[in-house]
């Protein structure tokens, strides 16, 4: 391809999404280019849209809308007396997904580990101690990756809730060793579920 910096631009900003690369973004870019009206145009009008309407929600970390709020946090139709704590928003798609599930969620945005940004301040952690009382929630299900890092956010969070009367549980059998939720199956996801174990017994 011709060396044009707009398209050398675009390819570095391609190039940064998950499971692409140079090839990858060279092809999107042509594909863009050819179907400018048909595909281009419209794309870069929901960008902005998104840009501009969609933000992350302070008190549970889902995604919202400025012109609709958080309907995470704005759930009337049902009361829950669970939550379940993950570390993304595709997590939560994957369960949601999965139709076994029925509580709230709270997503965290990361996880604590020394080779990435996040700090614990950014996990929404604290905010989640607040729904916990505000929801009188009964559980708390860690559904956190099987990640070192995964884990310990798992941990920390699980001391963090130690003045809460809440019942803890962690995702158990079915969920592999540095697996990853957003890609489980349904049926691996439905059993670590089912079998998640309660954490405060362990403290007792």
């Known amino acids: 391809m011709q060396n044009i910096n707009e398209i050398d631009e675009l390819i570095k900003l391609i190039s940064k999404l998950p499971g692409l690369g140079p090839k990858s973004a060279r092809r999107i870019i042509l594909k863009l280019i050819n179907n ?10 929901s960008l902005a849209n998104v840009f501009k309407n969609i933000s992350r ?54 996880t604590i580990s020394s080779s990435n940004n996040y700090r614990k301040e950014d996990l929404l952690i604290d905010s989640l101690i607040k729904r916990i009382k505000k929801d009188n929630i009964d559980e708390v299900i860690l559904a956190t990756s099987a990640t070192v890092e995964g884990q310990t956010t798992a941990f920390y969070i699980q001391d963090s809730l130690k003045g ?3 019942k803890i549980s962690k995702l158990a ?16 996801l439905l059993s670590a579920f089912k079998n998640r174990k309660n ?3 362990n403290n007792d």
């Open 199 to 201: 954490t405060n017994e």
């Open 164 to 166: 809460c009367d809440v």
């Open 57 to 110: 929600c302070q008190s549970c970390g889902m995604l919202k809308s400025s012109l609709s709020g958080c309907s995470n946090c704005e759930i009337t139709s049902k009361k829950y007396n669970k939550i379940c704590v993950v570390e993304n928003i595709a997590d939560q798609w994957s369960i949601e997904n999965s139709s076994f599930y029925e509580g709230y969620f709270h997503i965290l945005g990361g």
């Open 173 to 188: 059998q079915g969920l592999p060793v540095g697996g990853e939720i957003e890609n489980l199956d349904d049926g691996t």
């Open 36 to 45: 400018r009206n048909e595909i281009m145009m419209p794309m870069i009008n």
